[in-house]
């Protein structure tokens, strides 16, 4: 049994990535998973290597939380294929993986429509204080007429809500949104042909003309703090951001110190800064919605997910196109 693990084909899991747990017992006959727990083990993966793993690895599987930089891929020489287990990728050096020829597979769209289930949830929760609510009725009863504690939110039909990032996730919740009857305007990398909702270039002035921005492009060097003070004052008192991207799409400090001064209404956050960090200061916002990066994470998307990992696997040992790549930049 041990002899035919040797001999399929191998793959180094980091993290692990949420869906190992299920994607092992599935098939571990068709790949020999060789699991690096760098937080348990406080186990460098340079030593991890050096001390566990005799072979040369020519897959990698992870997820946004396991950081690959050129330095870790360069522990790997033998490397030809990146798999992760999130849409995004901006966990993982794509330059030196496109230098050094390594192939690299994501989740694509299969996480986008929960994703926009839950940038509606998280929209109605902070504007219509569902969390709030349900909290004040944990610590006074209805007899205590819970109604003097709790001032009333916010309707969201007909509300003018901005989406940063109209990729697919955005586009979902732009659907989702429309049905809300709220009137559905944008900001992108571009402009888009084929949408009829106002674009806005500028993010500020995108701010400026709603009264929430729903935050779900990607993180690169291009958004990194596209949500900053300015955004974030044009936008204005008693006005919401979702934010479902990443975390450091938002200059957390400044949304922390916004919030603390009254200068917007609330935030509903699945992402943080410096994940698993979320600050003190957030958690103890009653008009602050939280979630632990689990947008993506259903029953369904699970299941979905195992399959297209080992897809991708499978396809990559095989000699077969990718079902998923990423475009590699140039
Ligand atoms: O955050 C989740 C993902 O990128 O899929």
New binding site residues.
């Given amino acids: 049994m041990a002899e035919k693990k040797q001999t399929l084909p191998r793959v180094l899991v980091v993290g692990p990535p949420t869906c190992f747990a299920t994607l092992q017992p599935l098939y571990s006959h068709k790949f020999h998973f060789i699991h690096f727990e760098p937080y348990a083990l406080s186990l460098s993966l340079q030593n991890f290597l050096h001390h566990h793993c005799p072979f040369s690895i020519p897959a990698i599987l992870c997820s946004?939380n396991y950081s690959l930089s050129a330095h870790l891929l360069r522990l790997l020489p033998d490397l030809r294929l990146v798999v992760t287990?999130?849409?995004?990728t901006d966990h993982i050096d794509l330059r030196e993986c496109r230098r050094r020829g390594i192939q690299v597979a994501a989740?694509g769209h299969l996480?986008s429509q929960d994703?926009a289930d839950m940038a509606v949830a998280l929209l109605i929760d902070v504007m219509r204080k569902i969390s709030a609510a349900d909290r004040c009725l944990r610590t006074h009863n209805l007899n205590n007429t819970p109604w003097d504690l709790f001032t009333f939110g916010s309707k969201l039909s007909g509300k003018r809500i901005g989406i940063i990032g109209l990729g697919s996730v955005g586009m979902e919740v732009a659907k989702r949104l429309g049905s809300f009857g709220c009137i559905i305007l944008y900001n992108s990398k571009h402009k888009k042909a084929t949408v009829s909702y106002p674009f806005y270039s500028s993010v500020v002035e995108l701010a400026t003309n709603c009264d929430a921005l729903v935050v779900c492009c990607a993180l690169n060097e291009q958004t990194k703090h596209i949500i900053n003070r300015e955004v974030i004052l044009a936008l204005g008192k008693g006005r919401f951001i979702v934010n479902v991207g990443?975390g450091g799409l938002i200059d957390e400090k400044q949304l922390v110190k916004c919030l603390r001064e009254g200068e917007i209404g609330g935030a509903a956050l699945d992402?943080f800064e410096n994940e698993p960090y979320v600050p003190e200061e957030l958690r103890a916002m009653n008009n602050v919605v939280l979630s632990p990066?689990c947008?993506?994470f259903t029953a369904e998307s699970l299941m979905n997910l195992c399959e297209l990992v080992a897809g991708n696997l499978e396809a990559f040992f095989l000699n077969k196109p990718l079902i998923t790549p990423v475009m590699l930049p140039e």
Wanted: avoid cysteine.
């Fill in positions: 946004s287990t999130s849409a995004g989740a996480f994703v990443r992402v990066h947008a993506a």
